[in-house]
């Protein structure tokens, strides 16, 4: 198989699509829509370096989403919004470093080829000597310093099938492997529909001040729970509601680096609105009689709730909305026959409450020089 750097927009959706489909650790942060509304708002901050994998016959056999950039540009601290406050340190990598990343994958909680199981040994191989040659005139005649993927789910046959590939070529080539955890996705496994059954398998303390607190956001004024395709306004609520509560620390400062995040929330809610499939990007909004008091912002396969950001009403304390809303949100997905609700990177206490499990992400980094032996 060869390797054929393609920028993102020639790129058939057809092709992109059809491998998607194939792969099987995709999830909805592998989507076109995600790559294009993350280009679309983030393009000045990295360069793309898509490769297409062809067989001898010229047939795509996988699409590898990549993207470079220094490991720290000038630009990202003046930028820069908060995404997680429990970031895990992994092992460091030069600032000065041209780094190859999966691409949007800043913003994406899982990433991985899309490519059929049965050609990821062979694409990763073909991969791996299109690094180990020389620079691609495409992006510029400096090499690169480190290969960065991170977000690999450990059971990710992709990410057994690089490891293998680049491990197979570190001695030759001088390269150094790191292997290593990267962060965990804390995910609930749902035993059936019904809510007082998902409930019975929480700690007694919390199943308790869940059912308090839902008795007490009721006699407010009744609960209620709208869940469906997010359009421009419902986006805006969304927004004012997550900025309301967390402010500088959250993703829509007015900052440059927030107005970024405005857009690229807008620009992935316009996309899945119009796709085929009727779009995965979700919003879920809880109200307490007249009062809007959380917004979930979840991605949505037909099995997996992807709970992806939330905002609340902080003047609506009393009604514990960030509780309330998880609480609503899950009870209405349950009954929609979802049984995993996936949390995302992160090990805040909160996830556990809900009888999250950690499962695994991991990064696979390839760093030119071994160094002194």
Known sequence: MLCRPVPFDELARSTWDRLLAAAPAATPFARWTFHRAWWDAYGSTAHEQYVLVV???GEARAIVPLMHRHQ??????????VLRHRERQGTAVPAQA?????????????ATLLADPQDLRAVSTALVDYFAGPPDTGHGD?????????????????RTA???AFGDRAAAEGWQIVDEQEDVCPVVSAPGADWDEYLATLGKKHRHEIRRKLRRAEAAGGLGVSYGLPDRQSVGRFIELHQARFGSEGLFPPTEGGERSRRFIHRLAELEATEPDGGQLRLAEVTSG???IFGGLAFDDGQTCYLYNSGMDPHASDLSPGVTGTAELIRDRLAAGRRRFDFLRGDEPYKYQWGAVDEPVDRLLVL??????
């Open 368 to 373: 030119r020089s071994a160094g002194p032996a």
């Open 162 to 164: 690089l490891a293998s």
């Open 72 to 81: 720290v540009e000038p630009q990202d601290e003046p930028t820069a919004t």
């Open 55 to 57: 067989d001898e016959a």
């Open 142 to 158: 400096i090499p690169w310093d480190a290969i960065d993927l991170r977000r690999l789910q450990r059971d990710d046959p992709a």
């Open 98 to 110: 041209k780094t190859v990343f999966f691409a949007a994958s800043y913003h994406a909680d899982y």
């Open 290 to 292: 007249e009062r809007l």
